[in-house]
């Protein structure tokens, strides 16, 4: 029973390129969460999505960022023209019912790294 | 808006020996918390969590957290540390109005041998 799968785990990209950060759930599950770590820092939630629907965005940066879950195939992070401060590790969770009980399973995550 | 503070960044300790990671949240309203672990290069794995009921809580590896209404607080202890408990481990919180999931900045333990 695979977990969460998350794809690339690194990525290097040049100020200015485009990221695309792949993530799919477990298993059954239809709830997809996205989450940025910087150094030193906890996670800060940045995205929930079910599929085909954007359910909290309260974390987002206003520009460049954009997240996705289509009715087939992962749940897609993409941010635009990446600036050094975009270097982070991104991580995506995933859990069946999307309630606040509901335990949040975490991958292992992408680091990029923007030069 | 709910907070999380982890009061440690860093806690040495030598093996077999008990540690305490402590966490307090900030929360106008009912909340449910959670304890993850972090190795090194991986993703999050949820240790424990107190959702209702029993204060005390237990993970499988020994470690067990006493959720604290009346001091905020959610502290992590384990009697006997082992070298493979060398993590980050975050503290989180969430409401039961389905907010996000908030996260403390970590504590990082280490085991000394």
């Known amino acids: 029973n695979a977990g969460v799968m998350q794809n690339p785990r690194h990525l290097v990209r040049r100020r200015g390129q485009e990221a695309r950060l792949r993530c799919s759930p477990m298993?059954?599950?239809?709830?997809v969460y996205w989450y940025r770590q910087l150094p030193e820092e906890g996670l800060k939630f940045m995205v929930y999505l079910q599929k085909e629907n954007i359910i909290d965005e309260s974390g987002m940066p206003k520009e460049r960022f954009s997240a996705e879950f289509p009715k087939e195939g992962p749940s897609i992070l993409r941010i635009q023209q990446v600036v050094r401060g975009d270097s982070a590790a991104y991580f995506c969770a995933s859990s069946p019912r999307g309630g606040s009980t509901d335990t949040q399973y975490f991958g292992p995550g992408t680091r990029l790294t923007v030069l | 808006a709910q907070s999380v503070t982890q009061l440690d960044s860093q806690v040495p300790v030598f093996e077999e020996a008990p540690v305490e990671l402590r966490c307090n949240y900030s929360s106008s309203v009912s909340v449910y918390l959670f304890w993850y672990v972090q190795y090194p290069n991986q993703g999050l794995q949820l240790l424990l969590k107190y959702l209702s009921g029993s204060t005390l809580v237990k993970s499988i590896n020994g470690f067990e957290a006493e959720f604290n209404k009346s001091q905020t607080s959610f502290h992590l202890r384990k009697p006997s540390v082992h070298i493979s408990d060398t993590a980050e481990y975050f503290c989180?919180?969430?409401?039961?109005?389905?907010?996000?999931?908030?996260f403390g900045k970590g504590t990082r333990l280490s085991v000394i041998a």
């Open positions: 298993k059954g599950h239809s709830h």
């Open positions: 989180a919180v969430i409401n039961s109005g389905n907010t996000p999931l908030v």
